[in-house]
């Protein structure tokens, strides 16, 4: 087996010291989120900084042969979106550096580290807490973020309620870091039906969804009536495929378990 490691130069560590880590995932037993694809979890380097090691799945056997010869990985993705956000003015974890495990014909696995920023919220709660405080406050800043993020001509195609931290920086100002970058597109220029479509995976509510239209079509200069119809009809079109490729995935599990 072969490792592949490449750092952010900008931070004070070494290969050999992120190869220990790695070395040592297994038996690190702070978990920031374990999923059945990918987990995360969090230890301190030799420097005191806290870092996050996400670890995604080993691909399928066809993947393992894509990733060897064709595609980037999901961590020298997510390391390099990370960088031109960072470059561009937009804050996310300070990427620190991505490791790649293979053979000499196929793809194993890959991690990404960065530092661990401690927020205090996500998007998610805003969903999810309907009285959350300052809710409207947070969703027009948010809205501003991503509105700027959109004139940079950065689509974000994870912009769903678990991938944006918000820290609260004053009485009333929020920062927004963007994390889970491996999926992102960068444009000269997005059109009103793209922006609209990248709000889509947000919320379900059409009274959040309304608050950002409103902030939007400001930004803008568009009439607020066609922005909140633009943007809740793309928010109900992924709603609808969301809902029905979870009754498929539960048919699909009654089917094996018969």
Same mark, same amino acid.
């Given at each position: 087996?072969?490792?592949?490691?490449?750092?952010?130069?900008?931070?004070?560590?070494?290969?050999?010291?992120?190869?220990?880590?790695?070395?040592? @995932?297994?038996?690190?037993?702070?978990?920031?989120?374990?999923?059945?694809?990918?987990?995360?979890?969090?230890?301190?380097? +030799?420097?005191?900084? /806290?870092?996050?090691?996400?670890?995604?799945?080993?691909?399928?056997?066809?993947?393992?042969?894509?990733?060897?010869?064709?595609?980037?990985?999901?961590?020298?993705?997510?390391?390099? =979106?990370?960088?031109? !956000?960072?470059?561009?003015?937009?804050?996310?974890?300070? $990427?620190?550096? =991505? /490791?790649?495990?293979?053979?000499?014909?196929?793809?194993?696995?890959?991690?990404?580290?960065?530092?661990?920023?401690?927020?205090? !919220?996500?998007?998610?709660?805003?969903?999810?807490? $309907?009285? @959350?405080?300052? +809710?409207?406050?947070?969703?027009?800043?948010?809205?501003?973020?991503? @509105?700027?993020? %959109?004139?940079?001509?950065?689509?974000?195609?994870?912009?769903? $309620?678990?991938?944006? !931290?918000?820290?609260?920086?004053?009485?009333?100002? =929020?920062?927004?870091? !963007?994390?889970?970058?491996?999926?992102?597109?960068? %444009?000269?220029?997005?059109?009103?039906?793209?922006?609209?479509?990248?709000?889509?995976?947000?919320?379900? =509510? %059409?009274?959040?969804?309304?608050?950002?239209?409103?902030? @939007?079509?400001?930004? /803008?200069?568009?009439?607020?009536?066609?922005?909140?119809?633009?943007?809740?009809?793309?928010?109900?079109?992924?709603?609808?495929?969301? %809902?029905?490729?979870?009754?498929?995935?539960?048919?699909?599990?009654?089917?094996?378990?018969?």
């Amino acid at each position: 087996m072969m490792s592949k490691i490449v750092l952010n130069n900008s931070f004070q560590t070494t290969k050999q010291e992120i190869e220990s880590v790695i070395n040592e @995932y297994d038996s690190i037993n702070q978990y920031i989120a374990k999923g059945t694809r990918n987990s995360i979890k969090k230890t301190k380097l +030799k420097s005191g900084k /806290i870092v996050t090691i996400k670890s995604f799945k080993t691909p399928n056997i066809v993947n393992k042969f894509v990733y060897k010869f064709f595609r980037q990985s999901k961590a020298e993705r997510s390391f390099e =979106y990370a960088n031109k !956000l960072v470059n561009l003015g937009f804050l996310t974890p300070l $990427p620190i550096a =991505y /490791i790649e495990e293979t053979t000499t014909i196929q793809f194993l696995k890959s991690y990404y580290i960065c530092e661990l920023v401690e927020a205090d !919220l996500t998007y998610r709660e805003l969903v999810e807490i $309907p009285d @959350y405080p300052n +809710k409207i406050e947070i969703l027009k800043q948010f809205t501003q973020f991503t @509105y700027q993020l %959109h004139e940079a001509g950065i689509e974000f195609l994870d912009h769903s $309620p678990g991938n944006t !931290l918000i820290k609260k920086v004053g009485e009333n100002r =929020y920062d927004f870091y !963007l994390v889970d970058l491996n999926r992102m597109n960068f %444009h000269s220029n997005m059109d009103f039906e793209l922006r609209m479509k990248n709000f889509s995976r947000l919320t379900p =509510y %059409h009274d959040m969804v309304e608050i950002m239209a409103k902030e @939007y079509a400001k930004l /803008i200069n568009e009439d607020e009536s066609k922005v909140i119809q633009a943007m809740w009809n793309k928010t109900e079109e992924f709603q609808t495929k969301f %809902h029905a490729k979870q009754a498929r995935k539960k048919k699909l599990k009654k089917f094996i378990g018969k």
